[in-house]
């Protein structure tokens, strides 16, 4: 597959986002031509030299709402043969959902039936989409397998998490794999790719790297008299270029059966929230202003996956530790700081 022409060709939707672009890239590396669909409604256009530099090519990338029915079937029209599409593109802020619910079933129900159209109308056999161990909610048992009960969400962005995996199921007997994320952290090793969170981040990691370069006053921990080992919450954090790997595995595991089914993709292990941020510190040499503060609403106790089906039947395991993952979204912090003070 090193011939660019020959290139087996996979749309990513929402491929200049933070998952995305790490996907886009490790599917180039082992010799897909990606197809990049993107409002830019959450990410930054030079992102894609960034890929470049990466992938040292020109990567297709069509500034499209993959809602836009009509826009879609014109643009699949010309681009030949498709034989996968990874669904990324929808809003993620769970505060956001909470405030205006109607954008987020709007965007993300509505680009998915879409993708689901596309899928069907030119005959594109496989289809892998990004849901979330949000579906979880408290789980019934540690660590969460994928025939655990699905909760009801506590979000409009959860729900569209949950009516998505069920619009798939109920529509696409074969030829889909959904992915359910624990918690993605990390950016690229070469500090070129990474999150670009909007406004004031809701995930650990960018809230982190966001006070020790300054951008913040201090780090709120929200709750110390959990249930577990230190009293702060547990999460199953994964390295997103390990995430993104699981996507071209998904598209392997397609490729020899068609069966729909489900996956989690974590790394197996719960860190708490402390243990974070003391990793944080020791491989950064920062020191964190800390404020620990009452329970956030909603915030489950503790949830981390039993990746035991992913590495069976995928084939795929976590491989990156914690510490690789809290330095390179570090080296991806600094890296934006000079990206910032270069623009001004
Ligand atoms: N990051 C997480 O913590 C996390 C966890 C679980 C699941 N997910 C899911 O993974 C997917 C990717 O997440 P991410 O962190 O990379 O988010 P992101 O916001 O960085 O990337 C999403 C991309 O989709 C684009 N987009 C959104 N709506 C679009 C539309 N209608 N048409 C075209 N482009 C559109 C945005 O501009 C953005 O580039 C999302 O579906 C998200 O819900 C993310």
Redesign the pocket.
Known sequence: MNNYSNRPKIVV??G?????SHTVVELWNVGYEPII???????QPWILDRIKQLTTNDIQCYD????NQVAMEDLFSQLGQVIGIIH?????SVSESVAHPEKYYA?NMG?LQTIINIKEKFNIPDLVF???ATVYGVADHLPVTEDCDLKPASSPYGET?QLGEQLIKDQLETGAIILR?F??IGAHPSGLLG??PSGVPQ?LVPFITQTAIGDRDHLQVFGTDYETKDGTCVRDYIHVVDLAKAHVAALSRLLSTRRTDVYNIGTGKGNSVREVIETFEKVSGEQLPVKYVDRRPGDIESIYADCGKAALALHWNATYTLEDALMHAWQWEQSLKIEKSNAA
């Open positions: 939707t929402g200049a986002g933070f998952i995305g669909i993107d409002n830019f409604s959450n990410s499209l709402d993959c809602a990324f593109a929808a809003y993620k965007n680009s990004s849901s979330s998490k994320y918690n993605p999150e670009l995930n």
